[in-house]
T-cell receptor
Framework: DAGVTQSPTHLIKTRGQHVTLRCSPISGHKSVSWYQQVLGQGPQFIFQYYEKEERGRGNFPDRFSARQFPNYSSELNVNALLLGDSALYLC????????????FGQGTRLTVV | GQQVMQIPQYQHVQEGEDFTTYCNSSTTLSNIQWYKQRPGGHPVFLIQLVKSGEVKKQKRLTFQFGEAKKNSSLHITATQTTDVGTYFCAGTSGTYKYIFGTGTRLKVLA
């Protein structure tokens, strides 16, 4: 079985641009969460989606948005990129919401210049 | 808002020595998870604790959840070079929004 896959693996964008990051969860997993990890820090929760609905949102500005598709894959969109958005963006999938193990993808390394 | 702190921030040990990292939450947690992240890698799930006072073991790793469900610890016996990485705890207060700790970076000297 394939694990959680994220694309692209690396990305360089200019300030003010928009970016879309993609995540395919493990087959059968219906919950996808997005995290931002700045170098040297722990992952910061951005969003959780379950059954195509947003179930949780972290303390991120409205420039960050996401959605989950009928096949449970997910996109994270960030508008009006700032230098401070440079980070590793991680997607985690889990079987369902609640007390359950999360499997992380390799992440997308976003650099904003 | 909820905060999860870990100590120490860094730990260098000689191979064969024991290692412990502590996780403290500002609020009561419904459950806590532990992850390991190798340099350049992604977090890998280790374990989940749910019950007050729960203790779980995985070979050389022992995980504990405090009685008040506000703290947790990970203890590694006789560290090996393969234990190198950053260990994170992640807790939730029941909202499914997991707050990750600040992490403890472990370096094992051969």
């Amino acid at each position: 079985d394939a694990g959680v896959t994220q694309s692209p693996t690396h990305l360089i964008k200019t300030r003010g641009q928009h970016v879309t990051l993609r995540c395919s969860p493990i087959s059968g997993h219906k919950s996808v969460s997005w995290y931002q990890q700045v170098l040297g820090q722990g992952p910061q929760f951005i969003f959780q989606y379950y059954e195509k609905e947003e179930r949780g949102r972290g303390n991120f500005p409205d420039r960050f948005s996401a959605r989950q598709f009928p096949n449970y894959s997910s996109e994270l969109n960030v508008n009006a990129l700032l230098l401070g958005d440079s980070a590793l963006y991680l997607c985690a999938s889990s079987l369902r919401m609640g007390v359950t193990e999360a499997f992380f993808g390799q992440g997308t390394r976003l650099t904003v210049v | 808002g909820q905060q999860v702190m870990q100590i120490p921030q860094y730990q260098h040990v000689q191979e064969g020595e024991d290692f412990t990292t502590y996780c403290n939450s500002s609020t009561t947690l419904s459950n806590i998870q532990w992850y390991k992240q190798r340099p350049g890698g992604h977090p890998v799930f280790l374990i989940q604790l749910v019950k007050s006072g729960e203790v779980k073991k995985q070979k050389r790793l022992t995980f504990q959840f405090g009685e008040a469900k506000k703290n947790s610890s990970l203890h590694i016996t006789a560290t090996q070079t393969t234990d190198v990485g950053t260990y994170f705890c992640a807790g939730t207060s029941g909202t499914y929004k997991y707050i990750f700790g600040t992490g403890t970076r472990l370096k094992v000297l051969a």
